[in-house]
């Protein structure tokens, strides 16, 4: 990082300021100040929460109620008898594609996970010729966009008649640059080489050394590549869009999107999108607040460095 | 350093390279139409992509010929997606035997080489069967690849008990019909509605005023939306726009069909098979439609146009082109098909026929007791038969679309809007590597 | 037994005595390298070798059997020559301009302000703030999108009530309209990027600061801004590499807002040539051209980036 120097003030508006308490880290700035910062947060809160908060009301109306009652506020709600039409809607077709949804960002992270780290626990605890070469090259991947590799993509697989099958999807979902790039960094970091001498010395294997000994010290940044690997898969249309024509193979996300474009010949279809996005985004909010902190502890670790 | 040898090899591979290139590259259908030969007796079935429920018709030949069995999948209207699975199946190499193609999508499925040469098997002497102008529909560079099922002559519905209390005259020339919308505005309606997104619709004016948006010379495809003959529709529908004479709602929408069973719209200036729209969507109106021809631009013309109209078409790759053929010709002119047909409301028939012999003919109590009929044949003899249809024509007309919906956005005029649609024509015809120009 | 990448030339630090772990390095990197190459590499690579591929027509009218031949850079010209094409670039270019700014803005404000909350608040409304990211793409815009359409959406409903008529949907407005989506998206995402830097911080630098008397405004001004560069270097990169391949939210938004034109961002039109025109081999051409763009601001950036801070050392 580079450091700047402290620029010492000569006092004017430090004047202002209260000399600070002893042992607390933070100061309270003065009180109106503090009012700003109040209302700046919560506005900030608002806006974030607003589209949440009206799915969460909208999902509990009818399809008239939606248009016809104000939208912040609840009117007749009906949750229940909204989702179960959701769910039943189609030959279930919306449980399919939570199902489909699970496995993709499910199975895809955690081979992105397997992967990353053992290519990062490589490129970390072994010297072979070409190493950084190699290191260049992944990273460059992390630069490529990845919806301008869709195209191209399904270009191929439909060459090896890969397209519209879980391999389409999942195959590519399972290439994580980042997460070899963070589990570099974090093995460098981590993973003692005295440990992995101790073990050799003791005649483990370099495979056994890596299951049973390098996974466990490496966990913090398998979660961290996980959950990023989960939610980049989870949240992908492109990929899904471009590979998929059987809708029984559908994620969620391509799943709803195709019965938003439908809504306008089969008006029902409006309110199933808002009940599929609704049961949809309350687990992965829930989530959200609760994981928050892996992906700050897996950002501090290691991701900002220069 | 790079050996000589090293240099040489390369330099060869490079110069292979644009020969080697596009070599296992195929485009368009994957599977070429054969006639298996079929013993006697043996049961054949050919399956049929469409979206006009013609199972009726489908049941009755399936009773009448227990060999060749017919299976009517029901696929999304054309441009939501009928014609992209058509084409997936085209390029998968497993097609439906029979599919429904619109006339103006013909050209874009011969760009794949999606539709089986019928003239190989006998269909040019059906040509006697059917109008002309459709039959040549499906006709290019001579051969026959569609056999036409129906037809969208233009002809104009209106209100007549509207007409009748509001005492206005049956416009006959177009300044007639704006005078007429200026008296209808004044009652608190309006005289039709102005889709913002229905180029098709859009089209069959210009059409009607003599404009030709698309001709070929030799081998190149000449695009001309801005010629006087367009830019005089596009000025008179500028005008009845910005003076608030038209409603500019979307047709064929719950908006667009309450606006006409309730007299918010008084006119509407569409195609034959909006019979069973409006017949469908604004039920108590009843006995109030009438047809009329379309206002014309010199009084005492006769000129007329045409909106939609599809084609059963055999697509490549079928393994029964005989039997599909023979089916093809049966549905669309068959006297018992064509009243079955009729009567799920598909539209002006293919096939020649004498009117008043047939249901079309008859004294219709919607329209009053009007043989509103005879307007559309005499419309359709009057259809001028010189349009084409592009190659591109779904993408470019979206285009069109567009562009009108920035029109009606406040941005602009129709006239500046084909202008604007003209350019990105001609560069969609040489994104798919024909040659194309703007006419001016 | 190595697969060989592309040949090095680093020094050679080819430990003898670590001759057997040498090998198994490659053991270990071989899987995610086989995927690595097949799913983004020769992508790549194909991308190109069909982006100089056309359809040649023959027959009258071009309307006879078409085949398939080598086309150079015609497919480049042609994408080229679409000013609808180009148009979109210069939309996107516009859209990161102020989108990217205006959400980095605000993440650093948030990640600022949140330093001076206390610790339980500041992790409720962090958590908050972050909630966003896990919504997709897709489905957030379906969300806004309700929001946007006049009649279902309370948000017009309340402006209309105070004598507005937005019309966030129009010609004008639509692309500010998709970037508000973006920046709801992103900027808890981004702000925790900082925020992680922030922690990094060391404390002396701040019990330095306020024993010299600095303000927070100041410390924030001088201290904090300062070393999260480095984030907001990453943040930026990134958030170019995204706006650039613009997709999903125009296609979804396209169906309530007929101003989302098929050309309205360079990857917009790439898709619909290649699935619903069957240009294929353009839709590569338009992919090419994209991707190169996308790396050349990305690298262009942060050589830019990297060349001041050379220059301040």
């Known amino acids: 990082m580079s450091a700047t120097s402290t620029r010492t003030t000569t006092g004017s508006e430090a004047a202002a300021q209260p000399p600070a308490a002893p042992a607390p880290r933070r100061r309270k700035a003065p009180r109106p100040g503090r009012i700003v910062l109040v209302a700046v947060l919560t506005v900030a809160a608002l806006y974030f929460l607003l589209p949440v908060y009206w799915l969460v009301v909208a999902a509990t109306k009818s399809n008239d109620s939606l248009y016809g009652s104000f939208g912040l506020w609840f009117d007749d709600p009906r949750l229940w008898d909204n989702l179960s039409r959701v769910f039943s809607y189609d030959g279930h077709v919306y449980l399919r594609w939570a199902l489909n949804s699970l496995l993709y960002a499910g199975v895809g992270a955690v081979l992105a996970t397997l992967l990353s780290a053992a290519a990062g626990y490589a490129l970390a605890k072994y010297r072979f010729a070409g190493r950084e070469a190699v290191f260049k090259f992944v990273l460059a991947g992390v630069l490529l966009p990845s919806t301008a590799l869709a195209l191209p993509l399904y270009l191929m697989f439909s060459k090896l008649e890969l397209t519209n099958t879980y391999w389409g999807v999942l195959i590519p979902s399972a290439v994580s640059p980042f997460g070899v790039y963070l589990c570099r960094i974090y093995a460098e970091a981590a993973v003692p080489d005295t440990v992995l001498e101790a073990a050799r010395v003791d005649g483990a294997g370099e495979a056994r050394i890596f299951f049973s000994l390098v996974l466990r010290i490496m966990t913090p940044a398998l979660v961290t590549v996980f959950l990023f690997q989960f939610v980049h898969i989870w949240n992908n249309y492109f990929l899904p869009l471009v590979m998929l024509s059987d809708d029984r193979k559908y994620p969620i996300t391509l799943g709803l999107v195709t019965w938003q474009q439908a809504a306008d010949r089969v008006p029902e279809l409006t309110q199933y999108t808002i009940g599929g996005a609704f049961v949809s985004v309350i687990p992965l909010a829930v989530a959200m607040l609760v994981l928050q902190r892996f992906w700050q502890t897996g950002l501090t670790e290691g991701s900002v460095k220069e | ?440 | ?313």
């Open chain 3, 1 to 313: 037994m190595s697969t060989s990448v592309k040949p090095s030339g680093t020094a050679a630090t080819r430990g003898r005595r670590r001759g057997r772990p040498d090998r198994k390095a490659w053991a270990f990197l071989g899987p995610f390298l086989a995927l690595y190459l097949f799913a983004m590499v020769v992508p790549v690579f194909y991308a190109i070798y069909q982006s100089m591929l056309k359809v040649e027509r023959n027959g009258p009218m071009g309307l006879g059997e078409p085949s398939v031949g080598f086309a150079g850079f015609e497919n480049y010209s042609l994408a080229l020559q679409q000013e609808t094409f180009v148009d979109g670039f210069g939309r996107v270019l516009l859209f990161g301009l102020v989108q990217v700014p205006v959400m980095l803005l605000l993440a650093l404000v948030l990640a600022l302000l949140l330093d001076q909350v206390s610790h339980r608040w500041a992790g409720l409304l962090r958590a908050t703030y972050f909630l966003p990211y896990g919504i997709p793409g897709v489905i957030a815009t379906i969300l806004w999108g309700f929001l946007y359409v006049p009649g279902v959406s309370p948000v017009t409903d309340v402006l209309g009530d105070l004598g507005f008529q937005p019309d966030f949907l129009g010609y004008d407005n639509v692309l500010w309209s998709i970037a508000n989506i973006v920046v709801w998206q992103f900027a808890g995402y981004n702000m925790l990027i900082i925020v992680a830097q922030l922690k990094s911080v060391p404390q002396e630098l701040y019990e330095a600061a306020r024993i010299d008397g600095a303000g927070p405004w100041q410390t924030a001004l001088h201290i904090k801004i300062p070393l999260v560069r480095p984030a907001l270097v990453l943040t930026t990169v990134f958030s170019i590499i995204g706006t650039m391949q613009l997709f999903a939210e125009p296609l979804v938004l396209k169906k309530v807002a007929p101003a989302v034109t098929t050309d309205y961002t360079p990857n917009l039109s790439a898709y619909f040539d290649a699935f619903a025109n069957a240009n294929l081999y353009l839709a590569a051409a338009k992919s090419v051209i994209l991707a190169v763009v996308a790396m050349a601001l990305s690298f262009g950036f942060l050589s830019l980036v990297t060349r001041k801070q050379r220059s301040e050392r």
């Open chain 2, 1 to 440: 350093m790079p050996t000589r040898r090293k240099v040489l090899a390369w330099g060869a591979a490079a110069a292979a390279a644009p020969a080697l290139a596009g070599c296992g590259e195929k485009v368009g259908a994957a599977r070429t139409t054969t006639a298996t030969r079929r013993r006697p007796g043996q049961k054949v079935t050919l399956t049929f992509w469409t979206w006009v429920p013609l199972q009726k018709a489908v049941a009755l030949w399936n009773k009448q010929n227990p060999d060749v069995r017919v299976d009517v999948q029901t696929v999304p209207a054309n441009t939501s997606g009928g014609y992209q699975k058509m084409h997936s199946a085209l390029t998968a190499g497993d097609p439906p035997d029979l599919a429904q193609v619109e006339y103006y999508a013909l050209p874009e499925f011969m760009l794949v080489n999606g539709l089986t040469n019928l003239s190989e098997y006998g269909a040019d002497e059906l040509k006697g069967a059917y109008v002309d102008w459709q039959w040549q529909q499906g006709v290019f560079a001579g051969k026959t690849y569609a056999i036409p099922q129906a037809s969208g002559p233009m002809g104009l519905f209106y209100r007549q008990d509207l007409f009748d209390k509001w005492d206005v005259e049956v416009p006959a020339t177009w300044d007639e019909y704006r005078a007429a919308a200026v008296k209808i505005k004044k009652r608190g309606s309006l005289i039709t509605a102005f889709p913002p997104a229905n180029a098709q619709w859009f089209a069959a004016l210009p059409w009607q005023r003599g404009a030709r948006w698309v001709t070929t010379e030799g081998d190149t495809w000449v695009v001309d939306l801005t010629s006087p003959e367009s830019l005089e529709v596009a000025d008179f529908w500028d005008g009845m726009i910005s003076d608030g004479l038209v409603s500019p709602i979307q047709d064929s929408q719950s908006a667009f069909f309450k606006g006409l069973q309730t007299g918010g719209l008084a006119t509407w200036p569409g195609a034959q098979w909006y019979d069973a729209l409006i017949r469908g969507n604004a039920p108590r109106t009843e006995g109030r439609w009438r047809v009329a021809e379309l206002p014309q631009w010199e009084r005492g013309a006769h000129a007329s146009s045409n909106w939609g109209g599809s084609a059963t078409a055999i697509l490549q790759g079928s393994r029964h082109p005989v039997e599909a053929l023979e089916f093809a010709h049966w549905l669309n002119t068959d006297p018992a098909a064509i009243d079955l047909l009729i009567a799920a409301g598909y539209g002006w028939p293919a096939a020649r026929m004498e009117l008043a012999g047939s249901a079309l003919g008859k004294p219709d109590p919607f329209f009053g007791g009007q043989r509103y009929n005879e307007v559309f044949q005499l419309s359709d003899r009057n259809v001028d038969t010189s349009w084409r249809f592009a190659p591109t024509t779904t993408q470019s007309y979206a285009h069109v679309q567009d562009a009108f919906g920035r029109v009606l956005a406040g941005h602009g005029t129709l006239a500046d809007a084909l202008k604007d649609a003209e350019g990105k024509f001609v560069d969609d015809l040489k994104a798919k590597g024909l040659e194309a120009r703007s006419a001016r």
